[in-house]
């Protein structure tokens, strides 16, 4: 077995069995160990982030109540109110791998296979922007022929051709450093791969076939995205296949990784759960991770990634979101479809291609309506990217706080083209009043005048106004 080296080039070495079980171990033996356990809460509080092994302590040992106040607190302290919101759009279902806890797996005969033309992207991009959205994920299943780079580089430009979608970001299958070169010349935001499991046994018992069936080769691809120039990657575990302890503790050792060897972390942690797909048996993995414990990892996530956006879907029901939103979740997705063509109603085959359950149907529009009601600002912001504020020089302003300064005036900027372009009165009242409100939250008198101006140009009919 490879030793524990958070600089290792090899998965085995940074992500460390013997490390992470022996984290595990100290944060069971350390749990009722009141002083270390406020010791690691003081340090967490100075909001520098924090390692795995006292993120696994916490885990184990912090009470509830006082875990989930501090996340708030550095939630609040980097992120203001505001929650991005973005949507995913399932591209095709074709997959060669075996990955059993997925309704597209190769084997599923059942599934009707749909991969969109792009035609059919245009018209998914133009159902999106009509709710709208300005920032989506692609998803697709990996396979050689239909859905080679080529084909998602072309997607990628129709997307953006189509017009109203500000930014791109892309789940796709690992692939290779040439392809993510290719990937990050067609203009992506964030490049996006969960590792399901870090655990390897149960990572390979459960892809027994296919390319992604090799669990170093899946947990290099972040290297290999970085080495082919991609500065904004996401990462992220399917909690509920494996033990949650472990997969928080790996999660946060892969992000270390990331930043010891590019000087720059996840941009991202997405913590989908496990849930019943048609085609897939949910009772081989297990009774699941408890709502209680899940808010716990987000929270454990946010005290120790501070600066990391924290991705939540429609997986997860309202009221775990509204938990979740509470515990340290910065972006969430609303009026999602997890079929392929599922925005369109004229898209043929989209029936049955779910790839997972979603347990808030709600519509975008009644999302904003409701991060509105609970004093959020529903932000539709994509300045980062397309003022190149990326990668290292992303993470720059977001540890020295004064991304803060760009986040909450964006926010209201793009609240307010979403409440004149597509939202109700009733909403639209809610969210003139809240802007007026966060308007005088803004401490620069020069920042504030701008934004005041900028608010007026929108609402004469200017569009894409950022800092
Ligand atoms: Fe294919 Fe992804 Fe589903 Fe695995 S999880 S079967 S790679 S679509
Ligand atoms: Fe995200 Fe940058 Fe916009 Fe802030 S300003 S919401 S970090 S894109």
């Known amino acids: 077995m490879l030793p524990y080296d958070v600089l290792s080039p090899h998965a085995q070495g940074f992500i460390n069995h013997g490390e992470i079980m022996e984290s595990l171990a100290w944060a069971e033996a350390q749990k009722d160990n009141r002083d270390l356990i406020r010791q690691t809460m003081l340090k967490a509080g100075e909001k520098k982030g924090l390692g795995h092994r006292d993120a696994a302590l916490l885990l184990a040992g912090a009470e509830s109540g006082e875990l989930f106040e501090l996340a708030g607190k550095i ?27 997925c309704p597209y797996h190769a084997g599923n005969s059942a599934m009707p296979r749909k991969k969109l033309s792009q035609d059919e992207i245009r018209g998914e991009v133009i159902a999106l922007q009509n709710m709208g959205h300005k920032r989506i994920v692609i998803e697709t299943g990996e396979h050689p022929d239909f859905s080679p780079i080529e084909y998602i580089m072309e997607s990628i430009t129709t997307i953006y051709k189509s017009g109203g979608i500000r930014r791109v970001n892309v789940n796709i299958a690992a692939s290779t450093v040439d392809a993510y070169r290719m990937l990050k010349s067609s203009g992506i935001g964030t490049y996006i791969l969960f590792q399901e499991t870090y655990h390897e046994m149960t990572y390979n018992a459960l892809h027994p076939s296919g390319p992604k069936s090799d669990y170093a080769w899946h947990i290099g691809a972040m290297d290999r995205a970085m080495q082919g120039g991609i500065d904004d990657v996401g ?13 928080l503790t790996a999660l946060l050792m892969h992000a270390e990784h990331l930043e010891a060897v590019y000087g720059v972390g996840p941009h991202t942690i997405s913590v989908p759960r496990m849930r019943t797909a048609h085609g897939v048996c949910t009772d081989r993995f297990g009774p699941g991770v408890a709502d209680e414990t899940f808010a716990r990892i987000v929270a454990c996530l946010r005290i120790s990634a501070p600066y990391t956006g924290i991705i939540i879907s429609t997986r997860e029901s309202e009221e775990i979101r509204r938990t979740a939103l509470d515990a340290g ?44 009601e609970r004093g959020y600002i529903p932000s539709f912001c994509t300045a980062c990217y397309r003022e190149g504020r990326v990668g290292d020089r992303f993470m720059e302003l977001c540890k020295s706080g004064q991304i803060q300064n760009c986040c909450q005036p964006n926010a209201l900027m793009t609240l307010q083209e979403y409440l004149i372009d597509y939202a109700d ?30 608010l007026e140009r929108i609402k004469q009919g200017e569009r894409d106004l950022r800092i």
Not at 349 to 358: L, N, R, S, V
Request: net charge positive; proline share 2%.
């Open 75 to 101: 939630k609040r302290e980097f992120y203001g109110s505001r929650v991005v919101l973005f949507a995913p759009l399932y591209l095709s279902n074709h997959c060669v791998n075996g990955c059993v806890y």
């Open 425 to 454: 009165l009733p909403t639209r009242q809610a969210g003139e009043k809240l802007i007026r409100g966060e308007l005088g939250n803004i401490t620069s008198d020069k920042t504030r005048a701008f934004v005041a101006e900028c």
């Open 235 to 247: 990462i992220g575990a399917l909690f509920g296949l494996a033990d949650y302890r472990y997969e």
């Open 329 to 372: 979740v910065s972006q969430i997705s609303g009026g999602s479809r997890t079929t392929v063509g599922g925005y369109c109603q004229s898209a043929i085959g989209a029936a049955g291609t779910k790839q997972f359950e979603i347990n808030d149907n709600r519509s975008l529009g009644e999302i904003v309506a409701w991060l509105l």
